[in-house]
């Protein structure tokens, strides 16, 4: 005759021991997962600046490009008294207007109004902008953004 062994339930013991681990391992997922939403939704998360920072440069770019192409001029208007999350573009020959809108930086610059010139491919005068938190209250970053006078777009991240 076989001994069949039919173990289709757990121990007490084996719940005891299981339920507790379960239950340790449910809380600590639990707190990573809040931890991690929380950077995702800070809006003074690196993470998020750094990206930010990278698209505007990248518009900047896109701006100084089409104008040497085009050869066309335009102003760049950067907030000057109180940082602005607003960048603007004005197209001198057909006066169209561009803007690009940060949703977590704000940008500061020294002055209100840059001249891009086609015929000389000059940027006067030069402008490094620094990149603030959410609506720019002057609580800097680490991060800014400059173009030179011959248009060339950087960013840096302060060591």
């Not at 069949?4 to 339920?19: G, M, P």
């Not at 340790?24 to 003074?44: C, E, K, N, Q, Y």
């Not at 192409?69 to 001198?92: C, H, Q, Y």
């Amino acid at each position: 005759m076989k001994y069949i062994n039919k173990k289709s339930a757990f121990t007490l013991a084996e719940l005891l021991i299981a339920i507790p681990v379960i239950l340790a391992l449910l809380s600590v997922s639990f707190a990573t997962g809040t931890s991690l939403i929380g950077r995702l939704t800070d809006p003074h998360a690196d993470f998020r600046v750094a990206m930010e920072v990278d698209l505007a440069s990248e518009w900047l770019n896109s701006i100084i490009k089409r104008a040497l192409t085009s050869n066309r001029d335009f102003t760049l208007t950067v907030g000057s008294r109180a940082p602005s999350s607003r960048l603007k573009i004005k197209w001198k020959d057909t006066n169209e207007n561009e803007e690009w809108v940060a949703n977590n930086i704000s940008f500061g610059a020294t002055l209100p109004r840059y001249n891009y010139s086609s015929r000389f491919q000059t940027l006067t005068p030069a402008v490094t902008m620094r990149v603030c938190y959410g609506d720019g209250k002057y609580d800097y970053t680490d991060w800014s953004i400059s173009i030179s006078g011959y248009g060339l777009v950087k960013t840096h991240l302060k060591p």
